[in-house]
């Protein structure tokens, strides 16, 4: 036998092999697939949430030590305003982006998506609007994970599973809460219908990214519950009155912010000048109660509210600095405002 023919018999024999392999762990090949992505996602989404944080810690100290700069936040709404104006209408939308391509995948979502939202949303907690993180970090997530598309050849549904996987590593290494990121990133934006196909990349994704950003040294807030009631029937009545409450709150919420939206895209043509007129609305407001406890992330509230009662008014202004901030246009997430809400509340 000459050594091209020994070489194919070997050749022919591996493939065998191979195929017998893969026959007998059918599975074996989509696991491998989609660790390898699910490991690329993680580092690169968990890295950027880790600067992020950071970047926001440093924005918020700041802020607290030179609270002259809230009477820049106008300006800073309407330089927000002007950036996605003239340079980010097609990435203007955020997270119904992220909710079109995954339902609707079209075209790639434009890179500049990820640090349009990073400047805007330190921008805008820089100088004292009131907003949350998460958005932000779905937009990064997003907007990363999918410039890979085309590298790895991904069809629509596994592009899919991709940007699904991107949002659970987003929402799970910005709250360090990994097994709530895969869920959220699972059910949220399918509106309660699982893919099942990306439940294996949707958690390894988030575990990762969560892994990555801690080993940056990136530290989240614990919140810490000194007693848990006994399951007995009072406690649960008043969970179930508690919980009606919280759901007619956030619907208030939900329908308010879509309401006030309306208004400000109705009452001003020009899109940069709603965050300058918000900005005017929110900066003078916080100047004429003397306080920043409502704006920001407001996390020193909801740690508070583990350890004593709050006014009962709390909740509302939060809403209303919140609502402000987010219609007219400032860059940010609900989830934070929406604890610091249910906290106060609660």
């Given amino acids: ?168 590593a987003g929402f799970g290494s910005i709250f360090g809460t990994p097994l709530a990121g895969a869920l959220f990133g699972l059910e949220v934006f399918l509106i309660g219908r699982i893919k099942y196909d990306a439940i294996f990349p949707a958690f390894a994704s988030a575990i990762l990214a969560d892994l990555v950003t801690n080993l940056w040294q990136v530290k989240h807030t614990h919140y810490h519950i000194d007693l848990v009631p006994q399951l007995e029937a009072l406690p649960i009545i008043y969970s179930i009155l508690a919980g009606i409450l919280f759901g007619l709150c956030a619907a208030t919420f939900s329908k308010v912010i879509h309401y006030v939206t309306s208004i400000f895209k109705s009452r001003i043509s020009f899109p940069p000048l709603r965050p300058f007129v918000g900005g005017i609305i929110v900066a003078v407001a916080v100047f004429a109660m003397g306080t920043t406890k409502y704006i920001g992330l407001g996390i020193p509230t909801i740690v508070q509210s583990f350890e004593q009662q709050l006014p009962p008014y709390d909740f509302a202004l939060k809403m209303a600095f919140t609502i402000i901030t987010l219609a007219a246009g400032f860059k940010g997430g609900e989830v934070t405002p929406l604890f610091f809400i249910g906290a106060t509340l609660g």
């Fill in 1 to 168: 036998m000459s050594k091209n023919q020994h070489f194919r018999s070997n050749s022919k024999t591996a493939q065998l092999h191979t195929k017998i392999f893969f026959r007998k762990y059918p599975t074996l090949p989509y696991i491998v697939k989609w660790f390898l992505i699910s490991s690329i996602i993680g580092i690169c989404v968990g890295s950027a949430s880790a600067g992020f944080l950071v970047s926001l810690d440093w924005a918020t100290n700041f802020r607290e030590n030179h609270l002259w700069l809230i009477a820049f936040l106008p300006i800073a709404g309407l330089l927000i305003g002007l950036l996605y104006n003239y340079l980010g209408k097609d990435i203007e939308a955020g997270n119904n982006l992220l909710i079109d391509s995954i339902h609707n995948p079209k075209e790639i979502i434009p890179f500049r998506m990820a640090p349009f939202v990073y400047l805007g949303t330190i921008a805008t907690h820089f100088f004292g609007g009131s907003a949350g993180r998460e958005g932000t970090a779905l937009q990064m997530a997003g907007a990363i994970a999918d410039q890979f598309t085309k590298p790895f050849r991904l069809n629509e549904s596994e592009r899919k599973i991709l940007l699904i996987s991107a949002i659970a």
